[in-house]
């Protein structure tokens, strides 16, 4: 049970460059986040997606895209990469939103943009 | 707005207890949640509250007073292994997790 899973590890992009972050979870989960974390700044929420088909906006969204074409796969994309986005991303998944919920995620996938 | 305080570092010796402190406004609240994350890993569920009162798990314990919107975690027997940075997280009304920035926990023989 690989629970969940994020390709690539490591990246380096060049400004301007477009690339997709997958995320892909074997749990069954309805509900899956993306995730950004920087030092000293709490995990913040990009985007979210609460089934298959759905996405929603998170509290830092600009300049990011999301999918959610099958249940057990959720993509963030950048179009159009910018230093500001320099961070480790982290993909969760959890089975409900309520309360008591536990999150669940991958480990990470680390970008620099130059 | 949201907002979640809790110490960036701490400093312990192997053997004692810690308390790792954590305060919030949120809009709303349906419980608290603690994490731990080691370096250049995924954080990982220590523990969830809920109703006030304090929560007993092994070694770890976790206490939230909703009224003064306040929680600790409490480490027991600390071991080497327990270095990591441990995460407040409550949830909001619309069942978000809003993060703190962590507490990174340094263990010393």
């Known amino acids: 049970n690989a629970g969940v899973t994020q390709t690539p590890k490591f990246r380096v992009l060049k400004t301007g460059q477009s690339m997709t972050l997958l995320c892909a979870q074997d749990?069954?989960?309805?509900?899956m986040y993306w995730y950004r974390q920087d030092p000293g700044m709490g995990l913040r929420l990009i985007h979210y997606?609460?089934?298959?088909?759905?996405?929603a906006k998170g509290e830092v969204p600009d300049g990011y895209n999301v999918s959610r074409l099958k249940k057990q796969n959720f993509l963030l994309g950048l179009e159009s990469a910018a230093p500001s986005q320099t961070s480790v991303y982290f993909c969760?998944?959890?089975?409900?939103?309520?309360?008591?919920?536990?999150?669940?995620f991958g480990a990470g996938t680390r970008l620099s943009v130059l | 707005g949201q907002n979640i305080d809790q110490p960036t570092e701490m400093t312990a010796t192997e053997g004692a207890i810690v308390q790792i402190n954590c305060t919030y406004q949120t809009s709303g609240f349906n419980g608290l949640f603690w994490y731990q994350q080691h370096a250049g890993e995924a954080p990982t569920f220590l523990s969830y509250?809920?109703l006030d009162g304090l929560e007993e798990k092994g070694r770890f314990s976790s206490f939230l007073s909703r009224s003064k919107g306040y929680s600790y975690l409490l480490l027991k027997e600390l071991q080497m292994k327990d270095s990591a940075s441990y995460l407040c997280?409550?949830?909001?009304?619309?069942?978000?997790?809003?993060w703190g920035a962590g507490t990174k926990l340094i263990i010393k023989p």
């Open positions: 997606s609460v089934g298959e088909g759905t996405t």
């Open positions: 969760a998944s959890s089975e409900t939103l309520e309360g008591g919920n536990i999150q669940y």
């Open positions: 509250n809920v």
């Open positions: 749990m069954n989960h309805e509900y």
């Open positions: 997280a409550p949830m909001d009304s619309n069942y978000q997790l809003i």
